[in-house]
């Protein structure tokens, strides 16, 4: 497996603030994966991070609000733009794929970042 | 979205008896993987299944892929106090056309000292 680290891992932010995730993987990897996990939730799909393109959003999440970047094979970021209480949640990063030995039938999980939104 | 049915949605046992879970779709599934969660963690894979009908353990633990392929389930064997999480299924259509994974719904472990 990969050893995936997040930053930062908790924080607290103000309304209407921005806060920047970053997600790094010890291995080159073809995929990278962005989810939200509500409390007491699911995971939920946000989006996948696509290198050196734009990232594949899922129905209810758009760019503005969750702007991410994959600059290369072992980074990247999401940004909860314009923070509300409702975005409080754990956001995971998660990776899979050939590039890094790993199958791109199998995805492992960072440690999360919780958010909590004043 | 795919829906996982998970169940039982929480179990409360006793320290050394068995636990089983499981989890269905009313879509096929190619590959069946199988996470814990602990309080403030990430998902840790417990075990990834890839074939219909394969029956793969991990110390304790024990998960089939569904001759169906549209359900999976994860047994623990003699329970101990460090199983104590929350267990989450997924489920990946085909690799071929998308490598989104779906998640079930979650299973609440609490072991009884």
């Known amino acids: 497996s990969a050893v995936i680290s997040q930053k930062p891992s908790r924080d607290i932010c103000q309304r209407g603030t921005s806060l920047t995730i970053q997600c790094q993987v010890d291995s080159q990897v073809t995929m990278m994966f962005w989810y939200r996990q509500q409390p007491g939730q699911s995971l939920t799909l946000i989006a996948?991070?696509?290198q050196?393109?734009?990232a594949t959003y899922e129905s209810g999440f758009v760019i503005d609000k969750f702007p991410i970047s994959r600059p290369n094979l072992t980074f990247s970021t999401l940004t909860v733009s314009n923070m509300s209480p409702e975005d409080s949640s754990i956001y995971l990063c998660s990776v899979g794929g050939l590039a890094g030995g790993?199958?791109?039938?199998?995805q492992y999980f960072g440690p999360g970042t919780r958010l909590t939104v004043l | 979205g795919q829906q996982l049915n998970q169940s039982p949605q929480s179990m409360f046992i006793q320290e050394g008896e068995d636990v089983s879970m499981n989890c269905t779709s009313s879509s096929i599934f190619n590959t069946w993987l199988w996470y814990k969660q602990d309080p403030g963690e990430g998902p840790v894979l417990l075990i990834a299944l890839y074939k219909a009908g394969e029956l793969t353990s991990n110390g304790r633990l024990t998960a089939q892929f569904g001759i169906t392929r549209k359900d999976s389930f994860l047994n623990i064997s003699a329970s101990i106090p460090s199983d104590v999480g929350i267990y989450?299924?997924?489920g990946q259509l085909n690799p071929n056309t998308g490598n989104q994974f779906y998640f079930g719904?979650?299973?609440?472990?609490?072991?009884?000292?």
């Not at chain 1, 790993?102 to 199998?106: I, W």
């Not at chain 2, 719904?105 to 000292?113: A, D, E, F, K, Q």
């Open chain 1, 52 to 54: 050196g393109s734009e």
């Open chain 2, 88 to 90: 989450f299924c997924a």
């Open chain 1, 102 to 106: 790993l199958r791109t039938d199998t």
């Open chain 1, 48 to 50: 996948t991070a696509n």
């Open chain 2, 105 to 113: 719904t979650g299973t609440s472990l609490t072991v009884i000292p």
